[in-house]
């Protein structure tokens, strides 16, 4: 079927492996060190982003061809802007607690530069079916660096995963010590870069 062709395949695939956006665009850096030091805000963060970047594609594909080059950041900016408002009101309808955490990040998603860069470079020279694809598989990739480093530094900092303590307290009576430095967004930035590390190595042997 047209719908899954080895094309819109890539599309979906390739941001979670061969060009994906942190680890190999090192793109959306910023966020990830900001919003990592639990796993919920981290997986609140990739999935609003996933969600904005999947229908933020879909809605520029579509109005492509009507778009005048001059004004096409403009128009980009303005499609991000309503979807980035549509998601932080669903965030503190349902999630007020995580939304709160979230703080000024969820606005800032406006000028995430994985987001943007999608628009420009995918969006607007291809069909929507393609561009949900590649925004969804982009959105996902952004998302599992976040887990990745938001479980890390939760468990290793905090002793719990998603608010669940997981270090039982005989360890802590036993002279266990949770790693503070974890909470610090410098050890986003350390876990992340070895992240990028792995995934080269792994992926570029030669």
Same mark, same amino acid.
Request: with cysteine; aromatic share 8%; hydrophobic share 55%.
């Given at each position: 079927?047209?719908?899954?062709?080895?094309?819109?395949k890539?599309?979906? =695939?390739?941001?979670?492996s #061969? &060009?994906?956006?942190?680890?190999?665009?090192v793109?959306?850096?910023c966020?990830a #060190?900001? =919003?990592?030091?639990? #796993?919920?805000?981290?997986?609140?963060?990739?999935?609003?982003?996933t969600?904005?970047?999947?229908?933020a +594609?879909?809605?520029?594909?579509?109005?492509?061809?009507?778009i005048? +080059?001059?004004?096409?950041?403009?128009?980009?900016?303005v499609?991000?802007?309503?979807?980035?408002?549509i998601?932080?009101q669903?965030?503190?309808a349902? =999630? @007020?607690?995580?939304? !709160?955490? #979230?703080?000024?990040y969820?606005?800032l998603?406006?000028?995430?530069?994985?987001l943007?860069?999608?628009l420009?470079?995918?969006?607007m020279?291809?069909?929507?079916?393609?561009?949900?694809?590649d925004? !969804? $598989?982009?959105?996902?990739? @952004?998302?599992?660096i976040?887990?990745? !480093? $938001?479980?890390?530094?939760?468990?290793?900092?905090?002793?719990?995963?998603?608010g669940?303590?997981?270090i039982? &307290?005989?360890? @802590?009576?036993?002279?266990?010590i949770?790693n503070?430095?974890?909470?610090?967004p410098?050890?986003a930035l350390?876990?992340?870069?070895?992240v990028?590390? !792995?995934?080269?190595? @792994?992926?570029y042997? &030669?």
């Amino acid at each position: 079927m047209a719908l899954f062709s080895k094309q819109n395949k890539e599309a979906f =695939v390739n941001p979670l492996s #061969l &060009d994906h956006p942190i680890l190999v665009q090192v793109l959306g850096i910023c966020s990830a #060190l900001a =919003v990592t030091s639990q #796993l919920k805000p981290a997986i609140v963060m990739g999935l609003a982003v996933t969600v904005i970047t999947a229908f933020a +594609n879909v809605i520029i594909s579509v109005l492509r061809n009507t778009i005048p +080059n001059r004004i096409r950041i403009v128009v980009q900016l303005v499609v991000v802007a309503a979807l980035v408002t549509i998601v932080s009101q669903v965030l503190k309808a349902f =999630v @007020y607690d995580v939304s !709160v955490q #979230l703080s000024v990040y969820v606005g800032l998603i406006i000028t995430n530069c994985i987001l943007m860069g999608r628009l420009e470079a995918f969006a607007m020279q291809n069909k929507p079916w393609p561009s949900f694809l590649d925004g !969804v $598989g982009n959105g996902l990739g @952004y998302a599992m660096i976040l887990v990745i !480093v $938001g479980a890390v530094r939760e468990f290793l900092g905090r002793g719990s995963l998603l608010g669940f303590q997981i270090i039982p &307290d005989g360890a @802590y009576e036993a002279g266990y010590i949770n790693n503070g430095m974890m909470t610090m967004p410098a050890m986003a930035l350390i876990l992340v870069g070895i992240v990028i590390w !792995v995934h080269r190595a @792994y992926f570029y042997k &030669d």
